[in-house]
């Protein structure tokens, strides 16, 4: 059985002309244990409703999530945030930094809900990241691409089995996107963490040996309007 | 601190209110104005009651002209009001002579300097009476009372410091109540002695010869056989007695008699204007409690996106929404502390007002007023000095967990998903 299993999932959301629009329509999905894997897709078909799915922050309506052999779709919401504190990390596009907390704060928050603050271990993050300097920076006195490899070492502060990064280059320049996309891969790597990289961007997916497409995967009659 | 999820709340709770810093301080502020006023209506009254009541400098009786005992009081003890009038010296001498009074002191009023009175007596009030259970009036160092012939004053510890007054000082009293430049008596007047301070109502009067008073130029010369009130340390059963002869049966004078329940009386007749104030303290605690409300109905729509990605980090609901009570509660409880502040402020200058008005000495920190042990002392009497305190604590949780309640449960249903807002 492969690391993450994912069977028969299907997500829909309330229509606003009434009824229900299914976003999320997947017969099969796996993912190897420590592979790192790039999905393209378009913008608004559904990309980041799977990756919330398989962060436990959404509930599929059907279907089968099995992360290292627990199916996250039978646990219960609490369940689930332990899931994510201790097993799951998250790039978003946009940072998603906490604006009132340094570098070495967000790294920290993001180990603390599940009880493996480190100190050391958050500050030995930021210096791979290239941010050792800057530890007590606030995000707003850093650069766009320093906010990214803060986003970077927090998804990764607690060494978690599965990473989920959501167009994690979206708001970079072509160099900075570079560099941030090389970072992640290695500290993945170096952490024995399995990547799931999702991008509108065909470089940022050539640059993965796993590679495959949103829509192939996804059956729903979808598109870009309908989240 | 990021290891217990104590402080870790208890961090992302003041780091919070310190991004909205004004806000926070509004609502800090506001609690802390309502909370003093509340503490402030309730413990300054009952510490004037009690600072009043236990400054009759101690008599137990006034005995004046046909009027107010009230007014009587405040002229002849607390030297406030204009006197109701004058009895005649053989009024004085016959409550004198009457078995059931231990001590009667004749004193005459009618003038002034810079707004301090001129109380006229005799220099045995000084010698013989205690203002407290043990305690005589004592003159500073190098001092002495006045002769009962000459024009010498024995100035209170307050009036002679507030008028720079020092042994050999000179001054020409000015007629009546009030200050007025223009109605200076010729006489001159030394100080010979400077009293001790006693923190009762004579601190801040000058003493003179009741004879000086009498006979001071310009005076009626009607008056100079007469007497503003006497002084009374009655026993108790003599009291009553005094009380038939004088008010009952009598129409020629008025017996203040006891002076604390008279007092009490007036304080009960006052109550109306603590009501008004506890008024106002609630609708200013309920200002207090809408801002907090708001503040954090404020701080919880522009977090909502932050909360989701505590939520994302593994954050659970009850995390989120403990965060935000304990925003709430912080708010409130640094309301409390500065209630204390606050009451402290309004404290000191009611005392320093009440003291320059009255010469009464209160204790504005005085913030639970037990009384001494009792064996019959049930659990009510046991708690009620500390009502007002208990009053406040609960009052001021209430406002925090009430006002942070539906911002807390806003938190608490706030979908994940739709505040991670997905793009794509």
Redesign the interface.
């Given at each position: 059985m492969s690391f993450l299993e994912v069977q028969h999932l299907r997500k829909s959301f309330p229509s606003p002309e009434g009824g229900e629009s299914l976003v999320v329509d997947l017969e099969r999905f796996s993912l190897e244990s420590e592979s790192l894997c790039g999905m393209k897709?378009?913008?608004?078909?559904?990309?980041?409703?799977f990756l919330?799915l398989l962060?436990g922050?959404?509930k599929p309506d059907n279907g089968s999530i099995i992360l290292n052999g627990r199916d996250i779709s039978q646990l219960s919401?609490?369940a689930r945030?332990?899931l994510?504190?201790?097993s799951v990390g998250?790039v978003?596009?946009s940072f998603?930094l906490?604006?009132?907390?340094t570098c070495l704060?967000n790294v920290?928050?993001?180990?603390?809900?599940?009880?493996q603050?480190n100190?050391t271990w958050a500050k030995e993050l930021l210096d791979r990241v290239g941010l050792s300097r800057r530890t007590n920076y606030y995000p707003r006195q850093l650069s766009v691409g320093q906010q990214q490899r803060v986003a970077v070492a927090?998804a990764l502060a607690?060494r978690p089995q599965l990473v989920l990064a959501?167009?994690p280059t979206g708001n970079l320049d072509p160099k900075n996107s570079h560099k941030a996309l090389s970072l992640l891969k290695e500290l993945c790597r170096e952490n024995g963490s399995s990547l799931l990289l999702?991008s509108?961007d065909e470089k940022v997916i050539e640059s993965f040996e796993n590679q495959f497409t949103w829509e192939e995967l996804n059956q729903a009659p979808s598109s870009?309007a309908e989240? | 601190m990021f290891r217990s999820r104590f402080t870790v709340i208890a961090l992302l709770a003041w780091r919070g209110l310190k991004q909205h810093a004004f806000s926070s301080f509004v609502a800090v502020f506001t609690i802390s104005m309502a909370g003093g006023l509340f503490l402030g209506t309730w413990k300054i009254k009952e510490e004037t009651q009690k600072a009043f009541t236990n400054s009759s400098g101690g008599f137990n009786g006034v005995l004046g002209a046909r009027g107010s005992k009230l007014q009587l009081i405040l002229n002849a003890i607390f030297h406030m009001e204009a006197s109701p009038g004058n009895l005649p010296w053989e009024q004085y001498e016959l409550i004198r002579d009457n078995r059931g009074v231990k001590e009667a002191y004749p004193i005459a009023v009618g003038d002034n300097y810079h707004g301090y009175r001129l109380v006229g007596t005799l220099p045995d009030l000084f010698q013989q009476h205690e203002w407290k259970a043990g305690r005589k009036y004592e003159v500073k160092g190098g001092g002495r009372i006045f002769s009962e012939n000459a024009k010498e004053a024995l100035v209170g510890n307050f009036a002679a410091r507030k008028l720079g007054f020092s042994i050999g000082s000179k001054f020409h009293p000015y007629h009546g109540l009030d200050f007025d430049e223009t109605k200076r008596h010729e006489e001159t007047y030394v100080v010979v002695g400077i009293l001790e301070p006693t923190g009762t109502p004579s601190d801040k009067v000058i003493w003179v010869p009741i004879k000086g008073i009498q006979h001071m130029e310009d005076h009626d010369p009607a008056a100079a056989d007469s007497v503003s009130a006497v002084l009374l340390v009655l026993r108790t059963a003599a009291g009553f007695q005094l009380d038939m002869k004088y008010n009952k049966q009598g129409n020629q004078a008025t017996l203040a008699w006891p002076v604390a329940a008279t007092l009490a009386s007036f304080f009960d007749r006052l109550s109306w204007f603590e009501d008004i104030l506890a008024l106002v303290a609630f609708f200013v605690a309920l200002v207090g409690s809408l801002i907090i409300f708001a503040t954090l109905r404020t701080v919880m729509n522009e977090k909502k996106r932050e909360y989701a990605i505590l939520r994302c980090l593994g954050a659970s609901r009850l995390v989120v929404t403990c965060v935000v009570l304990a925003q709430s509660l912080f708010l409130s409880f640094s309301g409390l502390a500065g209630s204390f502040l606050a009451y402290g402020g309004i404290g000191f200058t009611a005392a320093r007002l009440i003291r320059e008005q009255t010469g009464v000495v209160m204790d504005p920190l005085s913030l639970v007023s037990p009384g001494p042990k009792n064996p019959n002392d049930t659990f009510w009497t046991t708690v009620e000095p500390f009502l007002p305190l208990l009053t406040l604590v609960l009052g001021i949780f209430l406002i925090g967990f009430v006002s942070g309640l539906l911002p807390a449960l806003q938190a608490y249903r706030s979908s994940l998903s739709e505040n991670l807002s997905p793009k794509s």
């Open positions: 897709g378009e913008s608004g078909s559904g990309k980041t409703t919330h962060a922050i959404l919401e609490g945030d332990r994510r504190a201790e998250y978003f596009q998603n906490l604006q009132g907390f704060e920290l928050l993001a180990t603390s809900f599940a009880g603050a100190k927090r607690n959501d167009e999702v509108h870009a989240e | -």
